[in-house]
């Protein structure tokens, strides 16, 4: 089982409505968590983080984390084509630690 | 504005040299980590660094070294590159507790 998983996609939808992005992770004691927006050719960027259970919002983004169930989403809402991006899913191991697990990333697409 | 800074956007090498990839950050982060890219195997770490001159293997060192002998500077070092390291190498830091990552804007290695 991989550590932090996602679907790799893509996910269409209408410009307009809301995409849902998913992303599950293995290791129960995992404390943070980390939403990246990646355009074709460029680096990542950080979005999103969210630590406790619930939902989080910023604008038009609202992360979402259930720590019972071991997965964290993003919505966004009011999807634009300038969302069309692969968002890539961060999660800080138990323990702490320096480094962060990605998963292989959901590539949105939101069409006209 | 923070930043990471990687010193080439692109690279073409031939088999067999030695390539220094270069990142520097102007965040007084503590951590800073390696990256390579690759389509449908996402983020892998190669190395990081959580102090001066401290390192510490990631997920696949094989072929690669590290240098950090200041702290805003972390150095990549492919020994004799070969053509299966032709990748997206991305540089990242991050400062200590609970924080993601701050990426550069990546070196697309291509090795002839």
């Known amino acids: 089982q991989k550590e932090v998983e996602q679907n790799s996609g893509p996910l269409s939808v209408p410009e307009g409505a809301i995409a849902s992005l998913n992303c599950t992770y293995s290791?129960?004691?995992?404390?943070?968590f980390f939403w990246y927006r990646q355009y074709s050719g460029k680096s990542p960027e950080l979005i999103m983080f969210i630590y406790s259970n619930g939902d989080k919002e910023d604008g038009r983004f609202t992360a979402q984390l259930n720590k019972a169930s071991q997965y964290v989403s993003l919505l966004i809402r009011d999807s634009q084509p300038s969302d069309s991006a692969t968002y890539l899913c961060a999660v800080r191991p138990p323990g702490g630690g320096n480094k962060l697990t990605f998963g292989t990333g959901t590539q949105l697409k939101v069409e006209l | 504005d923070v930043k990471v800074t990687q010193s080439s956007r692109y690279l073409v090498k031939r088999t067999g040299e030695k390539v220094f990839l270069e990142c520097v950050q102007d965040m007084d982060h503590e951590n800073m980590f390696w990256y390579r890219q690759d389509p449908g195997l996402g983020l892998r770490l190669i190395y990081f660094s959580y102090d001066v001159k401290m390192k510490e293997k990631g997920d696949i060192p094989e072929g690669y070294s590290v240098s950090r002998e200041k702290k805003e500077r972390f150095s990549l070092i492919l020994e004799s590159a070969s053509t299966n390291q032709t990748s997206m190498y991305l540089c990242?830091?991050?400062?200590?507790?609970?924080?993601?990552?701050?990426f550069g804007s990546g070196t697309r290695l291509t090795v002839v």
């Open positions: 290791d129960r004691g995992s404390q943070s």
């Open positions: 990242a830091s991050r400062r200590e507790g609970n924080y993601g990552y701050t």
